[in-house]
């Protein structure tokens, strides 16, 4: 899951923003059965999900839309901040949401994304793994429990099916915003994982380290396999 103390620092930015309204209306997509996103200010919160039990259980929506992120047509510039946190790595087609999500964006208002780099070794794990194996990957590792380690939605699921697309990357989410006026006001990756691995793994981490910067100097700083995951706040600029 995304770290809720860097979604924070994205979210100061955008406080900053004198032409703010007083009530902010907030698109949470993908909401699922609660809010990722501290948003500590006046605001007017619309959810999206396509899980009806998930809805259900979300208390701190106030308009509920059941549907597909992907092909349930958002209105047109209408959100000041769409929120999608942990979610498009598990659309089988991102990109379609990402557009939806620029599109009800207004100009001058914000779109802010965290979620797993796909170019690391969280995301390379989260694709090509076995889905009823992440239990046991996840207590392997860290040697807790996945209870003590994930987030349990409304439904009872914890683990969702993963697809990690190319767009869903932090460079090439900031490259496919351009054409629509996104720009980056904040963007930070970042490693959460290797401190939480179990002592008999961490004498291991000098080599991971070693081939990581390796990865980094063939492709010319394109892919850090260690930033397994990343928040980005874009801008939509006033046409």
Known sequence: ???????????????????????VKVLEAGCGSTSDVNLPFEK?????????????????????????LQTYELPPNEFDLVACIDVLEHLP????????MTRSVKPGGYLLIAGPEPYSYKGLVAKYTPHS????????????SVRESRR??????????????????????????EPYGLKVVFEKAFDVHSAGLRPVYKPFLGAVNLFTRGVQVVTRGRINLLLADFVVLLKKVQQ
């Open 1 to 23: 899951m995304a770290d809720p103390l860097i979604i924070s620092e994205a979210v100061k930015i955008l406080m900053h923003d004198p032409s703010l309204p007083t009530t």
């Open 93 to 100: 087609f991102p990109e379609k949401a990402f557009v939806n």
């Open 44 to 68: 007017k919160i619309v959810g999206i999900d396509i899980d009806a039990e998930q809805l259900r259980c979300n208390d701190r929506v106030e308009t509920k839309i059941r549907g597909d």
């Open 133 to 144: 194996m992440r239990h046991f990957i996840l207590e392997l590792l860290t040697g807790r």
């Open 152 to 177: 349990i939605h409304g439904n009872g699921q914890i683990f969702f099916p993963t697809y990690l697309k190319p767009i869903c990357s932090l460079k090439n989410l900031v490259v496919a915003g």
